[in-house]
């Protein structure tokens, strides 16, 4: 220790103060000791001068100890100092309730006075212990603002996501739609023209252009159903889920996908955010389920009210594997991402051979 400590000590007791002072004065270097007899004398020093640690006597002629505890610890974990009470042997329990309250420490004055030696050791390690409660405490605020700013960026993430998937649905849908549309109509007024006099191959290469067109059309339409959920600005999220199940391609006759909504649904409509993040988990939740499980049920459930809504996708499939093995997964991620945007939580529960459960549950702050 390279500075000398200020000390403040608060007894009423003239002879247990001078106690104190001397067992103290074995710290290197001697600290120097500033006294209270009361609890507004300890209150007054306290804000007078600079202290490194409060040696607080449990009884006081105008406060117990607790309350005066309590005023000393009512700052920011970075202003508080710590205290260290001074008990005698009936009072021990009082001195476990004053560490619950945040006392660094208790000493108990035996009548021995063997309690002497062990005041300097008991200052440093209050000494320590207030200061990797603050450097806990600083990691503990960073941390909340790392996650305040991750959960920022990806709502901002998930709202450009949003507009821009839109912007694109909407150019795919006017601009190439509507071409497709006239290649459509063009091609058949040709064909209808030429049907009289088109011998056999040309018929057979029309019906090939033909069908190229139809697949266009299709595929289209797939791409703007992927980039914008259907039904769901309109009817909701239930609707939605409702319908994209309804639209699964099943690999298997044998995988059963329910969708079970809870009854009183009906009508029910969240924030716009949620239900889009919510609606891209499940479907990412789905496909996941479908491509990788091998599962055989699939079940899909919401449920929630006025500002809370809770999503499950659960499967009987084989489980995640532990080690995923190759880069680029990025549909967990994702969904972990999408649930924090909108500050809801996220579990992913696997068991090997079980199956898996994705949960959602959102709550309006
Ligand atoms: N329900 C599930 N059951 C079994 N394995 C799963 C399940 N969900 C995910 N997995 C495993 O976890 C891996 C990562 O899933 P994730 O959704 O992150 O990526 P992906 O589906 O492979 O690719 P994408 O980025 O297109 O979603 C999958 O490749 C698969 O091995
Ligand atoms: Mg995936």
């Known amino acids: 220790m390279d500075r000398a400590l200020r000390l403040l000590i608060v007894d009423d007791d003239t002879v247990d103060r001078r106690i104190c002072r001397r067992a103290l004065a074995r710290l290197d270097p001697p600290p120097t000791c500033v006294e209270a007899e009361t609890a507004a004398e300890a209150l007054q ?11 607080l006597d449990f009884r006081l002629p105008d406060m117990d100890g607790l309350e005066l505890l309590a005023r000393i610890n009512c700052h920011d ?12 042997a009936d009072d021990v329990s009082v001195a476990v309730e004053a560490m619950r309250r945040g006392a660094s420490n208790y000493v108990v004055k035996d ?14 390690h209050a000494l320590r212990d207030r200061e990797l409660q603050i450097a806990r405490w600083r990691d503990e605020q960073a941390l909340a603002r790392y996650r305040g700013d991750l959960s920022d960026l990806a709502q901002r993430l998930m709202d450009t996501e949003k507009t821009t998937t839109r ?5 795919l849908h006017d601009q190439l739609g509507q071409t497709l549309a006239a290649i459509r109509l ?13 011998n056999a191959k040309a018929k057979e290469q029309a019906s090939r252009v033909s069908a190229l067109i139809d697949d266009a059309v299709r595929e289209v339409r797939q791409v703007l159903v992927t980039l914008r959920p259907p039904l769901l600005d309109d009817r909701g999220l239930v609707d939605a889920l409702d ?3 309804r639209m699964q391609p099943l690999a298997r006759d044998d995988v059963e996908l329910r969708f079970e909504p809870a009854p009183a649904l009906a009508g029910r409509r969240w924030p716009a955010d949620v239900e889009y993040a919510a609606f891209m988990i499940a479907r990412e939740a789905i496909g996941n389920a479908l491509r ?31 080690d995923l093995g190759r880069p680029g997964h990025l549909g967990i991620v994702g969904m972990r ?4 945007a909108i500050a809801a939580h996220f579990a992913l529960e696997t068991t090997p051979a079980k199956g898996t459960v994705v949960r959602l549950d959102w709550n309006a702050a």
């Open 45 to 55: 020093r306290l804000g007078e001068a600079d202290i490194d640690c409060i040696l």
């Open 77 to 88: 974990v970075e202003q508080r100092v710590p205290v260290v009470m001074l008990t005698g």
């Open 111 to 124: 009548v021995d006075a063997r309690y002497q030696e062990l005041m300097p050791t008991i200052v440093r």
């Open 167 to 171: 912007r694109l649905a909407q150019m």
């Open 186 to 198: 063009g091609f058949d007024a040709v064909s209808a023209n030429c049907a009289a006099t088109a």
């Open 243 to 245: 319908n994209e199940l």
């Open 292 to 322: 990788h499980a091998n599962a055989t049920r699939v079940r899909v459930s919401v449920d929630g009210g006025e500002g809370s809504l809770h999503l499950r996708v659960a499967d009987d499939g084989s489980g995640i594997p532990a």
């Open 337 to 340: 991402e999408r649930a924090l």
